[in-house]
């Protein structure tokens, strides 16, 4: 069946150092979504991706949809401790969202 | 305008044992979706609904079952509840054709 796999599972920084977290489909996706999780809460949309190759930033964050439309990262850039928490993105076929298993992020002051 | 809202907060409840949670959102959305969430396992989705009457199965739905009488409300319930369902349930809804997902506060149901 549909697998999303996401790395690393854990990641530790100290502020002001760079961020990445991978995605990677089985399948091929419809488009990919982004999602933000602080400890205790509920996700929070961030991101869609659509087209194959797309690239989308918000301020320090970079999205990007690789050119098979099977894989996808989100960068930070000089992290500060308001990105603490736990990403993750979900890939979108058909009707149905298949979540990765998120990378926790930990912010060092 | 509150959004989603799920209902209870926090159950416990012992093996065998049958309970409903409800989920309502007050933003006319089409589509609504019920997920579990357990530690490194990131969010599977259990049942979803694409409108009023209208059930599907997602890729965890045994165990469970769902309801949607009304447009605003999706029922998960769970008959005969085990250990292994315990977790924190989110709801989540969107438009047609949308593509924000808006989650709900979740669940957290333990199973003894």
């Known amino acids: 069946g549909q697998q999303v796999m996401q790395i690393p599972q854990y990641q530790h920084v100290q502020e002001g150092e760079d961020f990445t977290t991978y995605c990677n489909s089985s399948?091929?996706?419809?488009?990919i979504q982004w999602y933000k999780q602080r400890p205790g809460g509920h996700p929070v949309f961030l991101i869609q991706?659509?087209?194959?190759?797309e690239v989308k930033k918000q301020k320090r964050l970079t999205f990007q949809f690789g050119e098979a439309k099977k894989n996808s990262s989100l960068h930070i850039t000089a992290t500060q401790t308001t990105d603490v928490g736990t990403y993750f993105c979900?890939?979108?076929?058909?009707?149905?969202?298949?979540f990765g298993t998120g990378t926790s992020l930990t912010v060092i002051p | 305008n509150a959004g989603v809202t799920q209902t209870p907060k926090f159950r416990v409840l012992k093996t065998g044992q049958s309970m409903t949670l409800l989920c309502a959102q007050d933003m006319n959305h089409e589509y609504m979706y019920w997920y579990r969430q357990d530690p490194g396992m990131g969010l599977r989705l259990i049942h979803y609904?694409?409108?009023?009457?209208?059930?599907a199965k997602g890729e965890v739905p045994d165990g469970y079952n769902v309801s949607r009488l009304k447009k605003q409300n999706f029922l998960l319930g769970l008959e005969s509840a085990a250990p292994s369902q315990t977790s924190v349930y989110f709801c989540?809804?969107?438009?047609?054709?949308?593509?924000?997902?808006?989650f709900g506060p979740g669940t957290r149901l333990t199973v003894l």
């Open positions: 979900a890939g979108h076929t058909g009707n149905q969202f298949y």
């Open positions: 991706l659509v087209k194959s190759g």
């Open positions: 609904s694409v409108g009023e009457g209208t059930t």
């Open positions: 399948t091929t996706l419809s488009n």
């Open positions: 989540a809804s969107r438009t047609n054709g949308g593509d924000t997902q808006y």
